[in-house]
DNA sequence: GTGGTCTAGACCACC
DNA sequence: GTGGTCTAGACCACG
């Protein structure tokens, strides 16, 4: 694990093991960030340098999360100034909460069907959670 | 989605637009299916043929699967008569049991990361696993 | 038979008539490699397709082969960048030393049987060496 | 290992853990005992039902071995009596001298390469086999 | 450029 | 019928 504290309002917390490209888990926690309104449009990111050197990983890999999120029209680079949150997403026909809701539908599908998998039952499942 | 019941035991559920390999996802059901114990040692798994028309893939991708089960002692085969669950784990220092919850509570640990990263508290989380 | 000088440390040699099968005389000639020290942690293997095109072999199936001893912790791979031997095999009992003097005593025993089989004593066998 | 005196001239030593088809080491082994000459022509050899008996495996197992040598014209079978060593080989271009030859430059040099694989220089062969 | 995944299809070995 | 090996080629992910 690999956690760093950013300028403000996000922290970034990498697993370097479990598979998942390190570009990929940051732009999920840009992402998750927005759609859980701890980032908001205009707010200013880390700078690339900064980051790779927090999270001590290669400054290419965090210019391609940014790169791909600024493709999907979610950042907006200015050059001497920064990486902010866009104002608005230009092809969005989905409310910031609508996609909030579909992604936590997502996740909690997966997990329920993994703990089934693992032969949990429903119950013991919200036991876990209430200890967790 | 893509279903399939197969001869007994398992049953395969592919989840196609991920982003995780179609062969990891087997390999993480047989795994589960073993530490919930659905599977058991000498238990027969489908053939990779007749699985691969069940979940209409290509049957190459099932033996990548079972492949890399069979290398790490998982999984044994015996050509002409098909791919059956190993008696023994040489090497396993750990019980089936401390494997499964270990397990769990990777699963649970990113779950509950990646709600709350989505802005849920634990609150919001038990009462959704309810309604689920 | 078919030879390949790759990056360094290691030459291929194949033997298309023996009924081995390709990817696994690579895994052999790979293991004993590292056995013998001429293959040490960190060092890094041809590329796939760079081998696959000195041994005129697909790609696929050296990709078989370093897959396997990935699987197996012998090797890591870096995608971008290529194959490497890992630096620690996390179970291992025996020392290398151990592990190949156990497979010299393998590979002589089988040997000596089949040359037994086909009608030799130690003397002939050891005069035929000399010769060769 | 798995050995078994049969009827005479011919014992069966089988490696149940090497890879190689039991059905092929059969197949070997009668052929390296007719190249070294201790199964001649008109041999009889053990009859399918006791020699499965002594190995501890499937007759089909041997039933295809002495198939296939049969098919080469290396074995003759006379329904009632029990198989034995043809006295012609028909195809033969080479003699039986000439093909032991071959057989045992194959082993050598498969051998050979193996053993400097693991590191070994020839006088450290030497010596091994002077030890076994 | 690196390796990874998946498909399609041929041929072989074993029961 | 079973699985195993190998080829060929497409497309993706990563640096």
Redesign the interface.
């Given at each position: 694990m690999n956690d760093a504290k950013a300028d403000s309002n996000i922290t970034f917390?990498l697993e370097t093991t479990s598979g998942t490209p390190i570009y990929?888990q940051i732009i999920?926690?840009i992402e998750?960030?927005i759609?859980?309104?701890?980032l908001k449009p205009g707010d200013r990111l880390p700078t690339i340098r900064a980051l790779a050197v927090d999270l001590k990983i290669n400054p290419n890999t965090i210019a391609k999360a940014y790169g791909e999120l600024e493709i999907r029209g979610v950042l907006t680079t200015q050059v001497g100034s920064g990486t902010f949150i866009s104002n608005k997403k230009p092809e969005a026909r989905e409310s910031i909460e609508d996609i909030?809701h579909r992604?936590?539908q997502e996740?909690?599908g997966?997990?329920?069907?993994?703990?089934e998998?693992?032969?949990?039952g429903?119950n013991e499942?919200?036991s876990?959670?209430?200890k967790?």
């Amino acid at each position: 694990m690999n956690d760093a504290k950013a300028d403000s309002n996000i922290t970034f917390s990498l697993e370097t093991t479990s598979g998942t490209p390190i570009y990929r888990q940051i732009i999920q926690q840009i992402e998750y960030a927005i759609l859980s309104e701890r980032l908001k449009p205009g707010d200013r990111l880390p700078t690339i340098r900064a980051l790779a050197v927090d999270l001590k990983i290669n400054p290419n890999t965090i210019a391609k999360a940014y790169g791909e999120l600024e493709i999907r029209g979610v950042l907006t680079t200015q050059v001497g100034s920064g990486t902010f949150i866009s104002n608005k997403k230009p092809e969005a026909r989905e409310s910031i909460e609508d996609i909030r809701h579909r992604k936590i539908q997502e996740v909690l599908g997966r997990f329920m069907q993994e703990l089934e998998d693992l032969g949990l039952g429903k119950n013991e499942i919200l036991s876990l959670i209430r200890k967790f």
